[in-house]
Nanobody, 120 residues
């Protein structure tokens, strides 16, 4: 089981940027970012496999970028052109071993989440 800890959250004005990081206790083949806004269901943002291949949902593609550093067991989420509707708790997730890595996969390991607030 992979332990995950998010960092880098905070508050930013609309149009601004934030960079989230996730530190994993060990390597995981597939990693992803999810978010959950108050009163809404959890939604996927994007995933990345150990080759750096990504899979994004349409709502954030072009604004958010997922990357990973396999040597450091870290995952990053660069968020640009932030909107108030991006306000949510953001979660890091992982699948230690998987053949197919995509945002719709059933991730087994989760971080505690970190708050991102975008003001207008």
């Amino acid at each position: 089981q992979v332990q995950l800890v998010e960092s880098g959250g905070g508050s930013v004005q609309a149009g601004g940027s934030l960079r989230l990081s996730c530190t994993a206790s060990r390597a995981a083949t597939c990693m992803a970012w999810f978010r959950q806004a108050p009163g809404k269901e959890r939604e996927g943002i994007g995933s990345v496999d150990d080759f750096g291949r990504t899979d994004y949902v349409e709502s954030v593609e072009g604004r958010f970028t997922i990357s990973r550093d396999n040597a450091k067991n870290t995952l990053h989420l660069q968020m640009n052109s932030l909107k108030p509707e991006d306000t949510a708790m953001y979660y890091c997730a992982a699948l230690p071993i998987v053949f197919d890595c995509f945002i719709g996969a059933k991730f087994t390991d989760w971080g505690q989440g970190i708050q991102v607030t975008v003001s207008s």
